[in-house]
């Protein structure tokens, strides 16, 4: 065993340690005399609430109570006592983490300044060794966690601050602690759908997401039958909403913003004034500061039982505890609008299958027939392109080239389709197409959404990444082939009888985009002439007259995984979920020498 003053180690970990010895501070002056003159100490401990009495905490119930347990922790510490005891220790540095407990601290402590090390510094020493590949992965994990909690501060803290700011008053308490004043609004005893009269729907997701929400959002009146209902969206969407007959009103808001206390403020003020009934919130995934709007807004909130994908685990229990009245999708369901259909039968509505929705407003049909005469092409002989896929990873280089063989066989014409910020990306495919003599023209950026989803509806099939434009081509029965990354196999999937889906599943599918491996090989592994198979199939093969769409997967054989890489696996979750679904919901899974063995066409 070492003796005091024997400096050989390096590294000491206290995880959940010093709130339960007796004298920390000769506990610290131990350590300090064991570690090596550059040696560190890392120190996890819960975090009393700065500035904070012991009653206080007692009159608002705060969680941070359960912590005060004389039979478990003797002693316990805010962050400046926990720092003033590590000086006294001979720590001279001292640099603090998110912690991975809701309510602790994480600090390393050191005599000397700690180095620093780049990202990719730092991945190259972990993958030096494939030992070392299940640490990296640990590592990027935790990156992941740091990022989500810095981005999500506690919810309650956000939904006070805006009440506390809406009354013109103060926090209670200040500093770190967490103000749990913020009550539940419940349902009258009376409740009834029918009775009401003005109901806010709150949805403030990207375009793709809302075109599937409208297929529940199509059948509220169905159950609010008196309701004029007011949709609150991202500014972006808003024009979607506008042309939906079932909406009196649209409230566009800057998404990106909310993370703005005052404009938070501002944002309630608005949806306060329009002093609706009751909320309904249909997201299954809300990020925290859509759900702390709308729990901001002192009137019943019913929605989704939300999950934890764009929020911590305890602000997301908070969120469900505060709903006024929730359902609860089955645990095995797969997609978007299998959700959307439980919840509507959970309402009354029961419906055997769902479909994706978009109106377009005369407007942009008119736009689109002015185009669509200017370029002198024929619908029965153009295809759709869309490559880009919102982040520079999902954007797809080789639709173009995967295109050549059946644009010349069919003698087909191209048209690319996207905003300003796809125009490159779309530009480099068209460039493959026009270097074989193929007519390509390139729309991108020339059209807002609606009147590039009007061309859209004119062609005999959309080709392109899993994004707006893939959604808007299933709700508008356009037959597509689809590129489907592995972040949400199965869930937001375009879904129509018409769509194709082309995967290349991975063991990692469902990592929700927080990629482990350097590279996202769901994406990159995909191979072009696999992909060209399934367009040239879906050509010329029959499509079915119902069902959810057909995902195809790119074979094992063509995926030789190396040291480091995620293995090629089937989708067995996904076949297992689709087997309870009813046919109206069902996706045909199919490998793609299965799907290419209908016209006698073998990969």
Same mark, same amino acid.
């Given at each position: 065993a070492l003796q005091p003053g024997e400096r050989q180690v390096d590294a000491v970990i206290l995880m959940d340690v010093i709130e339960h010895i007796a004298d920390p501070m000769a506990f610290m002056q131990d350590i300090s005399s064991r570690l090596k003159e550059d040696g560190i100490l890392c120190l996890q401990t819960p975090r009393y609430p700065e500035n904070t009495s012991f009653l206080q905490l007692k009159k608002i119930t705060d969680r941070f =109570?359960?912590?005060?347990?004389?039979?478990?922790?003797?002693v316990l510490f805010s962050s400046a006592a926990l720092e003033k005891l590590a000086r006294e220790s001979g720590f001279v540095h001292a640099v603090r983490y998110p912690a991975l407990g809701v309510d602790d601290m994480f600090y390393i402590f050191s005599r000397k300044p700690l180095k620093q090390y780049t990202t990719s510094q730092i991945k190259k020493t972990f993958m030096a060794f494939p030992e070392r590949i299940t640490a990296y992965a640990a590592y990027v994990n935790y990156r992941q966690f740091v990022a989500l909690q810095r981005r999500n501060a506690a919810l309650m803290n956000i939904i006070q601050g805006i009440s506390d700011a809406a009354r013109g008053s103060? +926090?209670?308490?200040?500093?770190?602690? =967490?103000?749990s004043t913020v009550r539940p609004h419940p349902l009258p005893t009376d409740f009834a759908a029918q009775d009401v009269e003005k109901l806010?729907?709150?949805r403030l997701d990207g375009i793709g997401d809302?075109?599937?929400a409208n297929a529940l959002l199509e059948h509220l009146p169905s159950v609010f039958s008196r309701a004029r209902i007011t949709v609150?969206?991202?500014?972006?969407?808003? +024009?979607l909403y506008k042309a939906a007959p079932m909406v009196a009103d649209v409230l566009p808001l800057d998404k990106f913003r909310l993370e703005e206390p005052e404009y938070r403020l501002q944002c309630v003020k608005l949806l306060r004034a329009v002093k609706a009934d009751v909320v309904f919130q249909g997201t299954r995934s809300p990020t925290m500061f859509v759900a702390a709007l709308s729990l901001a807004l002192d009137i019943p909130v019913i929605g989704v039982r939300a999950d934890a994908v764009n929020m911590s685990q305890s602000e997301r229990d908070f969120y469900n505890a505060n709903l006024a009245a929730q359902w609860t999708p089955h645990p095995g369901t797969p997609s978007e609008l299998a959700t959307y259909r439980e919840i509507l039968r959970q309402l009354?509505?029961?419906?055997?299958?769902l479909r994706a929705r978009l109106w377009l407003p005369p407007a942009a049909k008119a736009e689109a027939d002015a185009l669509w005469a200017q370029s002198g092409l024929t619908p029965e002989n153009t295809v759709a392109i869309f490559c880009g896929g919102g982040a520079a990873y999902r954007h797809c280089f080789f639709v173009g080239e995967a295109l050549i063989q059946c644009c010349q066989k069919h003698n087909l014409a191209v048209v690319a389709l996207g905003s300003s910020h796809e125009f490159e990306i779309n530009e480099k495919n068209i460039l493959a197409l026009r270097n074989q003599g193929i007519v390509a023209i390139n729309f991108s950026g020339r059209t807002d959404f609606l009147a590039s989803a009007a061309l859209l509806a004119r062609c005999r099939l959309a080709v392109g990444v899993d994004t707006s434009l893939a959604h808007a081509a299933a709700a508008l029965q356009v037959p597509q082939v689809i590129l489907s990354g592995g972040a949400h196999l199965g869930r937001f999937i375009p879904s129509s009888e018409r769509t194709l889906a082309f995967c290349l599943p991975l063991e990692c599918a469902g990592c929700n985009w927080n990629c482990r491996y350097g590279e996202r090989y769901c994406l990159t592994g995909i191979r072009p002439d696999c992909f060209a198979q399934a367009v040239e199939v879906a050509l010329t093969?029959?499509? +079915?007259?119902?069902?959810?769409?057909?995902? =195809?997967?790119? +074979?094992p054989r063509t995926w030789p995984s190396m040291t480091g890489q995620p293995r090629w696996r089937s989708p067995q979750a996904l076949l297992r979920q689709q087997d309870a679904l009813e046919g109206g919901d069902r996706i045909q899974i199919l490998s793609l020498p299965e799907y290419c063995h209908r016209r006698s066409f073998t990969p």
């Open positions: =109570v359960r912590h005060l347990n004389a039979h478990e922790h003797l103060s +926090p209670a308490i200040t500093g770190d602690s =967490v103000s806010l729907y709150i809302s075109i599937l609150v969206c991202d500014a972006a969407v808003a +024009p009354g509505v029961p419906l055997s299958c093969d029959a499509w +079915p007259e119902a069902g959810g769409g057909r995902l =195809v997967l790119q +074979p």
